[in-house]
Structure formats: structure tokens, C-alpha cells
């Protein structure tokens, strides 16, 4: 199966940054994309932001021009900078991965996920 390590949640004021991090490994794992989404409470899990196993970004529109996803090459680790934080990022983001797991294509595999809370 996959595990995946997370960081970088955690308390910032509005206005703030973090910079939150995933790992995926596995055996038999073939990355194709990997991306955060979140889910505060009384709301459904939303796009936050993916990038392609190419590189190429997708974005939440409410994360647009705030956030950046970046990925280290040739590792399934991927980064997330959140900048300018509004208490409206409030959320456990959870990190997610799409790919090949023992020749079979997976979208369903999902972090623990961690909290971001925005707040003064």
C-alpha cells in the first residue's frame, strides 16, 4: 500500500504563511498526481491544489494566486505554500495521491491529514 508522511499544519494569524509538505512511498507505486484537499467542519472536502507527475498545477479558485504547489523531482513529495491566510483556510488539509498501486489505478489514497487553523 502507500503511506504518506504530512507537516507543516499549525496555528498562524491572518496575513500569515505555512508551508505544508507530503511524502507518498510505497511499493509498487507509480505516482501520477498528487494534491491537497481540505474539509472544515460542515463542509465537504474541496480542491485545495494538485500538480501532474509532469509538473503542471491545478488550483482551487478560492486558493488562486495565494498558494503554490511545488513537487522535488523524482520523489513523491510535494509542497504547499500558503500565503496571505484567511480565517476561510481554516481546515484539516488532507494530502492525496493518484497513481498506480499493484498494477491497479487508484484515486482513493489519502493522508491523516493536518490542521490548519487561521485565527488572532
Known amino acids: 500500500q502507500v503511506q504518506f508522511v504530512e507537516s507543516g499544519g499549525g496555528l498562524v494569524q491572518p496575513g500569515g504563511s505555512l508551508t505544508l509538505s507530503c511524502s507518498a512511498s510505497?511499493?509498487?507505486?507509480?505516482?501520477?498526481?498528487m494534491g491537497w484537499y481540505r474539509q472544515a467542519p460542515g463542509n465537504q472536502r474541496e480542491l485545495v491544489a494538485l500538480?501532474?507527475?509532469?509538473?503542471?498545477?491545478n488550483y482551487g479558485d478560492s486558493v488562486k494566486g495565494r498558494f503554490t504547489i511545488s513537487r522535488d523531482d523524482g520523489k513523491n513529495t510535494i509542497n504547499l505554500q500558503m500565503n496571505n491566510l484567511e480565517p476561510e483556510d481554516a481546515a484539516v488539509y488532507y494530502c492525496?495521491?493518484?497513481?498506480?498501486?499493484?498494477?491497479?489505478?487508484?484515486?482513493?489514497?489519502w493522508g491523516q491529514g493536518t490542521q490548519v487553523t487561521v485565527s488572532s
Open positions: 500538480i501532474t507527475r509532469e509538473g503542471y498545477p
Open positions: 492525496n495521491a493518484e497513481g498506480v498501486v499493484s498494477g491497479t489505478l487508484r484515486s482513493d489514497l
Open positions: 510505497g511499493t509498487a507505486f507509480t505516482m501520477h498526481a
